[in-house]
């Protein structure tokens, strides 16, 4: 059996529920232990009664040390300060072996159990972001990443887990600050500070927008496979990282900030992307409680998003990417930005100001 934990608010409830299916879909022996970190997000997970699943309240975890710093970070920062707390509490509270924290928005796409396999003689296992060359800079922020810890009920585990919640309550900001950065820098000397640390090798765990574009990708019977661009290295994709990728109500997506490539976009992001629009389907329809809370307002004008478009039509998938699912409230969108549009808006803004002037002036 292997022991999972991830955290999550109604903000991203649908990626959560995503994890937690792609996990059910690949990973035939699990339970997978879920920190609701609001009411409405507890309220529906228990409603739903998952499988392999067991929920835990904000009321039920929180304890003291974690309620004085609550008040004075941010809500995701909050969540990184809580991150070493809720791998904690399992490990004290259920007879568990071992315990693998994930982030909420991790996807899998085959088995995470071949990971397991590299660390059966070690306490931890921790994955380093492998960041790509246009991306090595953000080292200085961690070399290591939160994503997918393990972390085994012994004493070196315990020891690692503790020390690191210990430095989380005290500092955990998103600003890098004395050889510090949210809770992922305090990882950097993990492999020397303690004893049965494992650094995952299999680079088809990890994967991330930040490392992705080192590799090739195509998708086979057998799953989707990674091809090093160097070294012609082949791996099955076990998990990817959808880090700051956001859903418009508009009847579109972004992945923020990364250069991708057709490729990873068609065998990575589209799945993921029709996932969460499902999910969130079926939320809107039984929980409308949390309807559309995935969901964020696009407040951009339509002149970015057609730049956007034409670069990604030539070829250039650099920076910014979008992929539309809803092509006629897209379109719409669009079109509400149109020349016309804006020339038919100034003139109906100088009308209603004449009219406001000629109704001053009738007064007088």
């Known amino acids: 059996m292997k022991y999972f934990c991830t955290l999550f608010n109604s ?12 996990l059910n879909n690949t990973c035939s022996n699990f339970h997978l232990y879920i920190f609701a970190f609001d009411a409405v997000t507890f309220s529906v997970l228990s409603e739903m009664n998952l499988e392999n699943v067991t929920v835990i309240s904000l009321k039920d975890f929180e304890d ?8 004075g970070r941010t809500v995701a920062e909050y969540c990184w300060t809580c991150t070493p ?33 590299e660390n059966k003689n070690c306490s931890m296992l921790i994955t380093r972001h492998r960041f790509s060359k246009d991306y090595i800079q953000y080292e200085k922020n961690g070399i290591y990443n939160v994503q997918f810890m393990y972390f085994k009920d012994n004493e070196a ?36 500070r303690f004893k049965g640390v494992h650094v ?3 680079t088809g765990g990890g994967v991330a927008p930040w490392n992705v574009q080192s590799y090739r990708y195509i998708q086979e019977k057998s799953g989707i496979t990674q091809i090093d661009n160097l070294t012609g290295v082949r791996n099955n994709v076990i998990f990817y990282h959808f880090h700051n990728f956001k ?8 992945a923020i900030d990364y250069t991708l490539s057709a490729d990873i976009i068609d065998c990575l992001y589209k799945p993921y992307y029709l996932h969460l ?38 070829g250039n998938f650099t920076g910014d990417n979008i992929i539309v699912n809803d092509e006629i409230l897209f379109k719409k969108y669009l079109r509400s930005f149109s020349p016309n549009k804006k020339i038919n808006d100034f003139f109906k803004y100088c009308r209603r100001v004449i009219l406001k002037l000629i109704r001053l002036i009738l007064k007088k």
């Open 247 to 254: 859903i418009y109500k508009e009847g579109f997506a972004k």
């Open 200 to 202: 995952l090798e299999n």
């Open 64 to 71: 003291e040390q974690l309620l004085s710093v609550k008040q």
């Open 85 to 117: 707390s809720v791998i904690k509490y399992v490990l004290d509270t259920y007879n568990v072996d071992a315990c693998t924290y994930i982030d909420s928005d991790l996807y899998f796409f085959s088995d995470p159990s071949i990971l397991f396999d």
């Open 277 to 314: 629009l499902e999910i969130e389907k079926m939320l809107s329809e039984k929980y409308p409680v949390v309807a559309g809370k995935g969901y964020i307002r696009y407040n951009m004008d339509g002149y970015q998003l057609r730049s956007i478009m034409s670069r990604m039509k030539n």
């Open 11 to 22: 903000h991203y409830l649908s990626r959560g529920l995503a994890s937690y299916q792609s």
């Open 157 to 192: 585990g315990r020891n690692s887990v503790s020390w690191w919640r210990d430095r989380c309550i005290e500092w955990c900001y998103s600003k890098a600050e004395d050889g510090k950065f949210g809770d992922q820098k305090y990882l950097d000397d993990w492999t020397t």
